[in-house]
Structure formats: structure tokens, C-alpha cells
């Protein structure tokens, strides 16, 4: 360069005096590293500032020339763009620029991308001190010229770029995207690429999408259209292409973990060269052609799997299949079915199982189903698996979480158990009673040592999530801790309240309301007790001895009920209560009439247990305590008197229907405690049978439960007084049925008017749904059994339907 600054009015001058310093900033000859300290070194600040100053020069210069330069201070108001001039300078860099990129030339021994990226890396280094140098002229001519409208003007540094693009980057672009797109190969393939390279090249991409109209605006259109569309095209050939190769030779599990390893070296290797908005294109692309496309064999080996319990390879394909929301739903339904077919299978499992086992036994009594320890350990143990793999596997995703409920829902209360085949249409499973079965086990004393109890409260409940007749369990459950309370069977009453705790927080207070109250009448049948013991024993001083008194007047134990709440319907019984027992039947109606007026005792015989002492062992010998039904007590005290009696005495004195003294007589003939003669169940109720007492009585054990071994559903055929007597009684299950319906169609009843109540009138099919989700917590409501309901309250004139037939009032 001159030592001297050139004439300011002289642009040839004045170019051939800056053009020097920008071959050097552009490093032209070829001498610079393409560092910046290289850059600066080259460019001295001396250089640097004598550039700028003959740019800056000229500029002012060119504007007084034209005789428009005007000072501020002077006042005169002017627009001030008649004074910004620097077209032709920034023509002659324009010019200048397209003759640089132009000469730019590859060497034969380098591939085009790796000159294109030195290139690139040392000219956007230069472009960056082009615009410094020519920064007055960015200030004043291009904005004056771009504040103008004329969007075709740029400021140096964006002008470097838009020179690049035209000449460079649109003259060898197709050469340039090919040769990355081999190095992108190269690298799937795992061989060693250079990964600066590939990543300078794609993002000059985003850099050279400038959008002229306005600079400051992130424009892609380069990007996307010439390296981004092509790319997920090439992506989406190369997969496919290597998943179809790889699926013909290996399998389906193995394809698993490579689509795996595939997808997560996209998007964590690949994707570091790539822009931002190339993300969610990929991994679309890449789900269909490694999951979308085999979706039909995915599916099909998640069954397999599952039936492997492989739950890593499960948490894999789960993992490719939730990255398309399309998918995961008939993956979902998937495992639905899977868990209702396999609750179903291994139900089908254990009844085959216990048949084989009482068909290979033929002298054991057969059991007439599955116990319920077995049942319910069967339906914890497919919940359990399944909850596993949940966890597990899915992550506990809810659409999975929902799928587990609704699987478990359906096997627990629909299987060839609970609802075998040939069933009515609306029968009640059985499950509800299994559980209360298995509760019942689980709270009540037991002497068997071979009896299993390894469920726990946790299992009961979890079960019990799942029933859809909540009301069934309830109502099998009151009449279970019904008998535990009565006969004082409870293991402890604080697991008694533990498990109603629970029930209550699973459905409601409402739900747990009469078993609340059973236990609080049981409570208060102890204080009760207490009172009428010291108001016996007072009595009993104020008339003879303690001990006198209370051999003829023995300990009582009454537990009062409230009639609606205990499960037993009250019967009156034709009886005559053993003579020992008036006197204390007496004195209890006496106290508790007197402290509750208005209140009715209602004796429940059946329900009634004692306990005796029997001195009829050898001499010598302990005496006998027997646990006995009331009857059975009846019975037993007439041998005080006499040993022999008749059937048809003992009728006489106890008041009894005869298959009521039958079934009670029973243990007593099983037990050799009594001889009958003739012997034969048939017999038994024959008027002119005798039963002796065997005295002395030779038993190994002095305490025996003769209440337990009561037989209600013996059958007897004979003649009693000329008329033929068969009785059997009703099925159980039968009765269940009956009475849950008659409680249904109770509590339908009380919800129509209640929704009607709040609602005055409502159309049929409104309310048939408020119905149905009033009472879904219960149990499922059949539509049959809401209309029943409605026309019954109709009948009642409750309701009332409008003159259109259409909605239904509620009449106050």
C-alpha cells in the first residue's frame, strides 16, 4: 500500500489504495492461517485504520462535492439523505467479491468438502473485518439506501455471504449435500468421518439463509430445502433399506434392541450436526421406517414377549412404540386382552387343577368348588405380574395403568369361576363372595394347623378395587363377621376395625355404615353383659347363697342387635327354652325393658350357642365341656333325667320341627355320644327311633364343638304323622341372588328420589345415566332393574310420567 492517503475525490485511487489491505483481509495470495490472531497480525492496526480512513474520506468528500453537505449547527432544515453517498465503492466490492469466490479452486488430491469448508471458515473470518473496515458506509449509505426500500443493498459482512451463496455455494451445492451425505453413511456405518468438517458444512446452510427484507430474521428456506428434505429422504432410504435386510436374517427380538440402538444414534450423534428444526422431522421419519412400517411384527412379538415376562426387551419395544402417539393405543389394547386372557387362562388352570386333584382322591370328600385361598391367591398373582411389568416396563403410564384396572377388572369378575358357563345373563359373579370368604379366614380364630393364610390386608383390598358388585362383598362380608362377633371368633377386634378403615376409604362411610354399627353393638353387648351380671348377682345375694344361685341360674351372654343393620331375618321359633335358662331369659327382658321403654326383644334361637359341663366320663375323669346350639342344649339337658327317650319324646319336649332336632341330633349319633336304635339317617326321624346317652362317654379330647358339626342341609325321606316329608334346603347362592336384588332395587329406589327430588323432572334417558353413575360405586346398574325401580315408584305415586311419555316428574 501508498504511504499517503489518497485524493478523497478520487475513487480509482481510493479503491487501488483499500483493495490491498482486502486481499489481505481475504487472505487472496494464499498466506494466512485461517486463525483470527493470524488475520490481525496480517492486517496491522495501522493498516487497518488508513483503509477505513480512505473509505471514510471518500464518502465525505463525495458528499460535499455535490455541494448538499450542510452542518448541522447552521439550522438548515435538509434531508439528510441527499448527503450519504458509497455506491460505487460498495459496486466495486461487490464486483470484487465475485471475482474472489470465483477464482477460489479445488486441488485434485482434496475432496470438495474439505475445500469447501476451509474456504468458508477463512472468508466468513475476512467478511467479519470487511464490515468493521467499511463500517461507515454499513451506518450511513446502506441504511440510507435500505430505509429507501431497496432491499437488494446489504451491508458488507451480509454482502461476503450473498456473494458466497450466488457464486460458490448455488454453483457447487449438489456436489457439496452428496459428498456430506457419503460422510453421514460412512459415519451409520461406524467408520471414522470428519465430524468438524460435516458440521462447519451443514450449518453454512442456515447462515446463508438470509432474508433480504429483513436481515435480522432467521430464515431456514436455504437449510431446509437443499440439506434438511434431502437428508430425511436419504435417512428414510437408508433405514429402510437396513431394517428389511436386517429383519430377513435375525429376529424380531434382536431387531428390537438395533432400531433401539439406531434411533438413539440419530438423535444423539446425528443430530449434533443438524439444526434445531430438523429434530421432530427426524425422529418422524425415523419412526415410520423403523417402527411404523413393522408395527404388525412389533405387536406380535410384545405378545410373545410378555408370555416370556422378558421385561427388558418389553421396556424396549415399548420405548420405540410410545414416540408415535398413533401406535401406543393398539399397543395399549394389546396388553388389555393379553391380561384378560391370561386372568382367564390360569382360572381355567386351577379349576382343571383341583378336579384332577378330587378325581385322583376318590375316598377324600370332594369339595364342591375352589377354596378361597386359592382363588384369590390366582387373581393377587396375575395382578401382581402385570403390575410389575407396569411399573416396570411402562413407566407406570396411565393409558397402561388404566389398561391393568380395566384387564383386571374384567377377569377378576367375569371367568368360568366367578360366572360359569350357561349362567343367567344378569347373574352375580362369585368373586364378591370369594373375597368375603377369604376375609373371613383370614379375621376368624382357627385351630386347623394346616390352614394357609398368606394373603394380607393389601391383597384384600387390591381386590376389592376391582369388584364391580362392591354390594355382593358387603353383603357376604356383614354375614361372615356377623357370626365371628356372635360366636366370638375374631382373631382381634382391632383387625376388625383395620379392615373396615379400609373398606371406607375405598368407597365411602355409607358403604361401611352397618358393619360400623354391627361392631358398635357388639361393644355394647359387653357393657351390657356387665350390667345384668351385677343385677343377677345381686338378686342372687338378696335370696340364697352365690354359689346355690348360680348352679341354678347359669352365666348369660347376650349380645343385642339392632334389626336393621345384622344380617338375619327374624323367625319365630316354636320352643321350649330348657328350664334352666328361664329364669335368666326373665331377669335380662326384665332390666332391659325397664332401661330402654318402647324397645321390642326379639329372640334369635338359631343363632344361639352355650356351653355345658357333662360328667358322663369315667369315674375319675375331668368332665366334658361341649360348645352346643341352643337346640342341641335342649336336647342334651332331657338325658339328665332319663338316658332313653324316643324321637317323638324329644319332640314333645323341646317343641321342635323334626328336621330341626334331626340336624342338631346329628353330631351327637356321628359322635357316639348318643346310641340311635334303629340306626341310619333315615331313621332318624322316625317317631319310634330311641337315642341313649353312652355313659360313661369315651372321647381322647374333653372339649368338643358340637355346634360346629350342625348338618342343615341333611335330607330325610319318611313318614311323620301319615304325611311324606323331603326337605332340602334352597341353594345358597339362590339366596344371595334374592336378597342382594331385593337390596338393589332398595337402594335404586332411594337414588331416583334423590336425583328427582333435586331435579323435579328429568327426561327417561337422564335419568337412567345419573342412575347408572350414582351407583356404578356399588355395583353396575342394570337398566331393567332402574326401570323396575321407576315403576315402582310410579305405583307409589313417588313419580309420575308427563303426558308425553318422555320424562318423568317428581310429585312432591
Known amino acids: 500500500m501508498a504511504d499517503t492517503l489518497p485524493r478523497s475525490d478520487d475513487l480509482e485511487a481510493t479503491w487501488n489504495f483499500v483493495k490491498p489491505g482486502i486481499d489481505q483481509i481475504l487472505d487472496r495470495d494464499g498466506t494466512s492461517d485461517i486463525k483470527t490472531n493470524r488475520v490481525q497480525k496480517v492486517l496491522s492496526p495501522r493498516m487497518y485504520m488508513e483503509v477505513y480512513t480512505a473509505i471514510y474520506n471518500y464518502c465525505v468528500n463525495k458528499s460535499r462535492s455535490t455541494g448538499h453537505f450542510q452542518s448541522d449547527i447552521i439550522g438548515k432544515q435538509m434531508n439528510q439523505s441527499s448527503i450519504l453517498v458509497g455506491g460505487e465503492i460498495y459496486e466495486n466490492l461487490k464486483n470484487y467479491l465475485k471475482d474472489y469466490i470465483s477464482n477460489l479452486k479445488k486441488d485434485d488430491n482434496v475432496t470438495f468438502l474439505n475445500f469447501y469448508v476451509r474456504r468458508w471458515e477463512r472468508f466468513t473470518i475476512g467478511a467479519i473485518f470487511l464490515n468493521r473496515v467499511f463500517d461507515y458506509m454499513n451506518r450511513y449509505w446502506v441504511q440510507k439506501e435500505r430505509s429507501d426500500g431497496k432491499r437488494h443493498i446489504f451491508d458488507a ?36 468421518v470428519n465430524k468438524s468438517a460435516i458440521t462447519i458444512a451443514i450449518k453454512s446452510f442456515v447462515i446463508l439463509g438470509i432474508d433480504p427484507s429483513d436481515l435480522k430474521k432467521l430464515n431456514l428456506n436455504v437449510y431446509i430445502q437443499n440439506f434438511e428434505q434431502p437428508f430425511l429422504q436419504k435417512t428414510k432410504e437408508y433405514y429402510t433399506k437396513m431394517s428389511n435386510e436386517f429383519l430377513d436374517s435375525h429376529s424380531v427380538s434382536e431387531y428390537i434392541e438395533k432400531a433401539n440402538e439406531c434411533i438413539i444414534f440419530e438423535e444423539k450423534d446425528m443430530i449434533l450436526y443438524l439444526d434445531s428444526h430438523t429434530s421432530a422431522p427426524l425422529s418422524t421419519a425415523l419412526n415410520q421406517v423403523l417402527i411404523a412400517d413393522h408395527a404388525d411384527k412389533l405387536k406380535k412379538e410384545f405378545i410373545l414377549l410378555l408370555d416370556k415376562q422378558d421385561q427388558r426387551l418389553i421396556k424396549l419395544i415399548y420405548e420405540l412404540m410410545k414416540r408415535d402417539y398413533r401406535m401406543l393405543p393398539d399397543l395399549v389394547d394389546t396388553f388389555d386382552m393379553y391380561i384378560k386372557r391370561v386372568g382367564n387362562e390360569e382360572i381355567d388352570k386351577l379349576i382343571d387343577a383341583h378336579n384332577k386333584s378330587a ?176 343385677f343377677i348377682s345381686q338378686d342372687g345375694n338378696n335370696t340364697t347363697s352365690a354359689a346355690t344361685f348360680r348352679s341354678k341360674v347359669p352365666e348369660l351372654e347376650p349380645l343385642i342387635l339392632a334389626d336393621n343393620v345384622w344380617p338375619f ?64 342344649m335342649a336336647i342334651l339337658t332331657l338325658f339328665n333325667d332319663i338316658s332313653t327317650l324316643t324321637f317323638e319324646q324329644i319332640q314333645e319336649r323341646t317343641n321342635l320341627k323334626a328336621t330341626q332336632i334331626a340336624s342338631n341330633m346329628y353330631p351327637f349319633v356321628k359322635m357316639k355320644l348318643l346310641i340311635q336304635s334303629p340306626e341310619g339317617v333315615e331313621s332318624m326321624i322316625k317317631l319310634d327311633t330311641k337315642y341313649t346317652l353312652n355313659k360313661p362317654y369315651r372321647l381322647s379330647k374333653t372339649s368338643v364343638n358340637f355346634a360346629a358339626a350342625v348338618k342343615n342341609d341333611l335330607t330325610f325321606t319318611a313318614t311323620v304323622n301319615g304325611s311324606a316329608l323331603d326337605e332340602t334346603e334352597a341353594s345358597e347362592q339362590k339366596k344371595a ?49 332402574i326401570k323396575k325401580a321407576v315403576d315402582n315408584l310410579i305405583e307409589q305415586e313417588y313419580l309420575k310420567r308427563t303426558d308425553d311419555g318422555e320424562c318423568y316428574e317428581y310429585l312432591a
Open 157 to 192: 459482512h451480509t454482502l461476503c455471504l450473498m456473494t458466497w451463496k450466488e457464486v460458490m455455494f448455488e454453483t457447487h451445492k449438489t456436489e457439496l449435500v452428496t459428498e456430506i451425505f457419503d460422510q453421514l453413511d460412512l459415519q451409520r456405518r461406524g467408520e471414522l
Open 569 to 632: 331375618s327374624y323367625q319365630p321359633t316354636e320352643f321350649a327354652l330348657p328350664p334352666v335358662l328361664e329364669h335368666s331369659k326373665n331377669k335380662l327382658e326384665t332390666m332391659y325393658t325397664d332401661k330402654h321403654s318402647g324397645r321390642i326383644l326379639k329372640w334369635l334361637w338359631p343363632m344361639s350357642r352355650g356351653e355345658i359341663k357333662a360328667h358322663i366320663g369315667k369315674p375319675g375323669k375331668p368332665p366334658f365341656q361341649f360348645t352346643v346350639t341352643i337346640f342341641q
Open 359 to 534: 378325581a385322583q382322591d376318590s375316598n377324600a370328600k370332594r369339595q364342591p368348588g375352589l377354596s378361597p385361598r386359592d382363588y384369590l391367591k390366582c387373581l393377587i398373582g396375575v395382578y401382581k405380574l402385570f403390575y410389575n411389568i407396569t411399573i416396570e416396563c411402562f413407566e407406570n403410564h396411565p393409558a397402561f395403568a388404566k389398561a391393568l384396572d380395566y384387564g383386571c377388572r374384567c377377569f377378576i369378575n367375569n371367568n368360568s369361576f366367578a360366572i360359569p358357563p350357561g349362567s343367567p345373563k344378569f347373574a352375580t359373579s362369585r368373586a364378591p363372595e370369594m373375597l368375603a370368604k377369604y376375609s373371613d379366614q383370614l379375621l376368624k380364630k382357627s385351630t386347623k394347623n394346616n390352614e394357609q393364610v398368606d394373603l394380607t390386608v393389601d391383597d384384600i383390598m387390591t381386590v376389592f378395587k376391582f369388584l364391580a358388585d362392591k354390594d355382593a362383598f358387603e353383603m357376604h362380608y356383614r354375614k361372615n363377621l356377623a357370626k365371628r362377633l356372635i360366636h366370638g371368633s375374631s382373631k382381634s377386634e382391632a383387625d376388625e376395625e383395620i379392615i373396615i378403615q379400609r373398606l371406607q376409604s375405598e368407597n365411602s362411610l355409607e358403604y361401611t355404615s352397618k358393619i360400623t354399627k354391627m361392631l358398635q353393638d357388639v361393644k355394647l353387648s359387653k357393657n351390657l353383659h356387665d350390667e345384668f351380671s351385677t
Open 737 to 785: 341372588e334374592k336378597e342382594l336384588n331385593q337390596q338393589r332395587l332398595m337402594f335404586l329406589r332411594a337414588c331416583i328420589v334423590r336425583i328427582m327430588k333435586a331435579k323435579r323432572k328429568l327426561p327417561h334417558s337422564s335419568l337412567m345415566n345419573e342412575c347408572i353413575a350414582e351407583s356404578q360405586q356399588r355395583f353396575n346398574a342394570k337398566v331393567s332393574m
